[in-house]
């Protein structure tokens, strides 16, 4: 059998040029180069098959047995033969053309709406398990205009935006996993990786994917699920009709898919200077070309040029295709005699696809466009060879630009999945990059979602954002938590100008996002108190985060935002008085009654402690207001008086702690008439 194999190579080569393929075993799974994709099928008379597919046709054959995998089209025809024990081959399964072209026929809807007033489709949820770090239990992301996901360090974080972009790229390398991805390193066919997305649309691509959600939109559900590294994820819409996951998809192929759904751009904290370049100039040159796609040279055309040179593209590939079609029949004819010789009544059949993926066979740039940065008039160097915090600027730079400019209608819509952006950058620029982030939505074509160790990339003056903590539960697991969402907290426009006034004033405001125990106090002084003693009992205190409100008005937002992820809060105020000297109303005395009704909005308001010093904390502690330099006076009091810095000490252990009682003139309170 194998001289004749061998006769058969030999014979083909006088035909057309051919590479033989040499393939490694690995127990009972065989990985081939990127030109094939592996994947198991149902048994063929009772007995365990793969299918071995490329470009032109494929084959079916058993495991353990000789492989013959071709792939024949303009220069290269492959022959890989593989022998075994066995001897035999399963039933013939060849690349059926006919029901290629009816998959080709089917009429695909865009997801991208016609009219500019319309929204844009935008994802809404990403549901991951068994991927990286992330075990069997779901971990659930809602997505908003801008995601922010916190948390400590390997907790999962990165995992969730790598996620869903390998998911986008389902149809190319970048859409393959390896073992690192799958979990412990193990293919656990109970525990496979599995990655659903949903989207909101406004268009009808098929009434059984598509579930009414009100004000003309529609939601669509699709997952991805991973057998094994280095191959295509099974994907699978939800039939909203039979209520199951099915294995017919929205939108069919992945590249019509792909194209409709918001694109991904990402970039990691410790990508390598390459990858990162990369990208940039990917983002700058994916703007000239939706540019490009809407360009009408003529006053009355109503196809754009791009459209037209598609099409022509197309045409001409078609009529290739035609004229091609009778020396393609030869070497058909010719390989399939030598074939049937050694593997009897199998045939090949070329299917040159000359209509799959269009937009591929052209580009108005070279293959990989590079970007060069330098002093104008001097010598300009490649991106990759500058440092971070120039590369870091030069994206900022570009998303800026992005956000700004005026978008075109029928642009795809993009994701920015970003990790830890915050490296490398000034705490200047970090301030302007974190603008930069939550302006980019406004545009109306993006969304964001980055992972971040600083508070200073959280801003809730805008009413666009999302926190999520990403962290580890008792068992281990990965576990997501919504923090915060603008729709459940209900900020007022005033809420929401004292937050961007605090914020401007305390960057580490946040910080409270990122766990811990929660004390807010309402001025400077009590801030500066507890914080000297945080670092005199580091050890007791290192897990405390003290929000300093600046003002009791500022309090109410404040605790609207806390009540949406958490009840073990502690919150300390002055009473104030409830007159002013000219016996008027004092506003800050009807204060305490705002902050008493956002309080008893939380459903477990009892775990709150709300404490209250009598007119205002220096009065309450230290008996005298300083005239001046209020913390430095407050640290100087509690370092040089020890009977002082413990009644200090157990008023910040009164707010952590509910059973141990504040000292005189603090108040635990539920009733105004308390503080009179």
């Given at each position: 059998?194998?001289?004749?194999?061998?006769?058969?190579?030999?014979?083909?080569?006088?035909?057309?040029?051919?590479?033989?393929?040499?393939?490694?075993?690995?127990?009972?799974?065989?990985?081939?180069?990127?030109?094939?994709?592996?994947?198991?099928?149902?048994?063929?008379?009772?007995?365990?098959?793969?299918?071995?597919?490329?470009?032109?046709?494929?084959?079916?054959?058993?495991?353990?047995?000789?492989?013959?995998?071709?792939?024949?089209?303009?220069?290269?025809?492959?022959?890989?033969?593989?022998?075994?024990?066995?001897?035999?081959?399963?039933?013939?399964?060849?690349?059926?053309?006919?029901?290629?072209?009816?998959?080709?026929?089917?009429?695909?809807?865009?997801?991208?709406?016609?009219?500019?007033?319309?929204?844009?489709?935008?994802?809404?949820?990403?549901?991951?398990?068994?991927?990286?770090?992330?075990?069997?239990?779901?971990?659930?992301?809602?997505?908003?205009?801008?995601?922010?996901?916190?948390?400590?360090?390997?907790?999962?974080?990165?995992?969730?935006?790598?996620?869903?972009?390998?998911?986008?790229?389902?149809?190319?390398?970048?859409?393959?996993?390896?073992?690192?991805?799958?979990?412990?390193?193990?293919?656990?066919?109970?525990?496979?990786?599995?990655?659903?997305?949903?989207?909101?649309?406004?268009?009808?691509?098929?009434?059984?994917?598509?579930?009414?959600?009100?004000?003309?939109?529609?939601?669509?559900?699709?997952?991805?699920?991973?057998?094994?590294?280095?191959?295509?994820?099974?994907?699978?819409?939800?039939?909203?009709?039979?209520?199951?996951?099915?294995?017919?998809?929205?939108?069919?192929?992945?590249?019509?898919?792909?194209?409709?759904?918001?694109?991904?751009?990402?970039?990691?904290?410790?990508?390598?200077?390459?990858?990162?370049?990369?990208?940039?100039?990917?983002?700058?040159?994916?703007?000239?070309?939706?540019?490009?796609?809407?360009?009408?040279?003529?006053?009355?055309?109503?196809?754009?040029?791009?459209?037209?040179?598609?099409?022509?593209?197309?045409?001409?590939?078609?009529?290739?295709?035609?004229?091609?079609?009778?020396?393609?029949?030869?070497?058909?004819?010719?390989?399939?005699?030598?074939?049937?010789?050694?593997?009897?009544?199998?045939?090949?059949?070329?299917?040159?696809?000359?209509?799959?993926?269009?937009?591929?066979?052209?580009?108005?740039?070279?293959?990989?466009?590079?970007?060069?940065?330098?002093?104008?008039?001097?010598?300009?160097?490649?991106?990759?060879?500058?440092?971070?915090?120039?590369?870091?600027?030069?994206?900022?730079?570009?998303?800026?630009?992005?956000?700004?400019?005026?978008?075109?209608?029928?642009?795809?819509?993009?994701?920015?999945?970003?990790?830890?952006?915050?490296?490398?950058?000034?705490?200047?620029?970090?301030?302007?990059?974190?603008?930069?982030?939550?302006?980019?939505?406004?545009?109306?074509?993006?969304?964001?979602?980055?992972?971040?160790?600083?508070?200073?990339?959280?801003?809730?003056?805008?009413?666009?954002?999302?926190?999520?903590?990403?962290?580890?539960?008792?068992?281990?697991?990965?576990?997501?938590?919504?923090?915060?969402?603008?729709?459940?907290?209900?900020?007022?426009?005033?809420?929401?100008?004292?937050?961007?006034?605090?914020?401007?004033?305390?960057?580490?405001?946040?910080?409270?996002?990122?766990?811990?125990?929660?004390?807010?106090?309402?001025?400077?002084?009590?801030?500066?108190?507890?914080?000297?003693?945080?670092?005199?009992?580091?050890?007791?205190?290192?897990?405390?985060?003290?929000?300093?409100?600046?003002?009791?008005?500022?309090?109410?937002?404040?605790?609207?935002?806390?009540n949406q992820f958490t009840c073990d809060y502690a919150v300390l105020h002055d009473t104030d008085v409830p007159k002013l000297d000219n016996d008027n109303k004092n506003p800050a005395w009807t204060m305490n009654l705002s902050i008493k009704e956002e309080i008893d909005k939380n459903s477990k308001k009892d775990n709150v402690r709300l404490i209250a010093c009598k007119t205002n904390f220096e009065d309450a502690l230290f008996g005298q207001i300083a005239k001046r330099d209020k913390p430095y006076n407050a640290i100087s009091k509690i370092r040089d008086d020890a009977p002082l810095k413990q009644l200090v000490k157990q008023l910040l252990d009164s707010l952590l702690d509910a059973s141990i009682p504040p000292p005189d003139?603090?108040?635990?309170?539920?009733?105004?008439?308390?503080?009179?």
């Open positions: 059998m194998l001289r004749e194999s061998l006769r058969l190579v030999a014979a083909i080569h006088r035909v057309v040029r051919f590479d033989v393929l040499f393939l490694e075993q690995f127990g009972t799974s065989i990985f081939i180069t990127s030109l094939s994709v592996i994947s198991d099928t149902e048994s063929v008379k009772g007995q365990k098959t793969r299918v071995f597919s490329s470009a032109p046709l494929c084959f079916c054959v058993k495991t353990d047995v000789i492989l013959v995998f071709f792939s024949v089209y303009s220069t290269m025809l492959s022959l890989v033969l593989r022998l075994s024990n066995e001897r035999q081959l399963t039933p013939m399964r060849t690349w059926n053309m006919a029901t290629k072209k009816k998959v080709q026929n089917e009429p695909t809807v865009s997801l991208m709406p016609e009219s500019e007033t319309v929204a844009r489709p935008r994802l809404t949820k990403l549901i991951i398990k068994n991927f990286r770090t992330i075990g069997t239990i779901p971990v659930e992301i809602d997505l908003d205009d801008v995601v922010v996901l916190v948390g400590a360090n390997n907790t999962g974080k990165s995992s969730i935006l790598r996620a869903y972009e390998v998911a986008m790229n389902n149809g190319s390398k970048a859409g393959r996993l390896t073992i690192d991805d799958f979990p412990n390193r193990q293919v656990l066919s109970e525990s496979l990786p599995e990655v659903e997305v949903h989207t909101v649309v406004f268009h009808k691509p098929g009434q059984q994917w598509m579930k009414d959600i009100g004000n003309g939109e529609f939601l669509i559900r699709e997952r991805w699920i991973w057998s094994n590294p280095d191959t295509e994820p099974k994907r699978q819409g939800f039939d909203v009709d039979n209520d199951a996951w099915s294995d017919s998809v929205p939108w069919g192929a992945p590249n019509v898919a792909n194209a409709y759904r918001p694109k991904p751009h990402s970039i990691g904290a410790f990508t390598s200077p390459d990858e990162q370049a990369d990208e940039i100039a990917k983002l700058l040159t994916d703007i000239i070309k939706d540019k490009l796609k809407v360009i009408k040279s003529g006053e009355n055309q109503t196809d754009t040029d791009y459209d037209l040179l598609m099409k022509s593209i197309k045409d001409f590939q078609s009529r290739v295709a035609v004229a091609s079609r009778e020396e393609t029949e030869k070497i058909e004819k010719g390989i399939s005699e030598y074939l049937s010789k050694v593997f009897h009544n199998y045939v090949i059949e070329i299917d040159s696809r000359s209509e799959d993926s269009i937009e591929k066979t052209y580009s108005p740039f070279k293959e990989n466009p590079t970007l060069k940065m330098g002093q104008s008039g001097g010598f300009l160097s490649t991106v990759a060879t500058q440092g971070s915090g120039a590369r870091r600027t030069l994206l900022w730079t570009a998303l800026k630009y992005v956000s700004e400019r005026e978008q075109e209608s029928g642009e795809r819509p993009h994701v920015l999945l970003l990790d830890e952006p915050e490296i490398c950058l000034h705490p200047s620029a970090i301030r302007d990059a974190r603008k930069v982030l939550y302006e980019l939505p406004k545009t109306g074509n993006w969304q964001v979602m980055v992972t971040t160790h600083s508070p200073v990339f959280i801003d809730l003056s805008y009413d666009n954002t999302t926190i999520i903590r990403v962290d580890r539960g008792s068992n281990n697991e990965v576990r997501s938590t919504t923090l915060y969402r603008p729709k459940t907290a209900s900020l007022s426009s005033d809420d929401k100008e004292n937050l961007k006034l605090l914020n401007a004033c305390d960057t580490y405001l946040h910080e409270f996002f990122f766990g811990g125990r929660i004390i807010i106090v309402e001025g400077d002084t009590e801030f500066t108190a507890f914080s000297f003693l945080k670092m005199l009992y580091h050890n007791e205190y290192k897990d405390v985060h003290i929000i300093r409100a600046r003002g009791k008005g500022t309090i109410p937002a404040i605790i609207k935002i806390l003139n603090c108040i635990k309170w539920d009733n105004i008439e308390q503080l009179q």
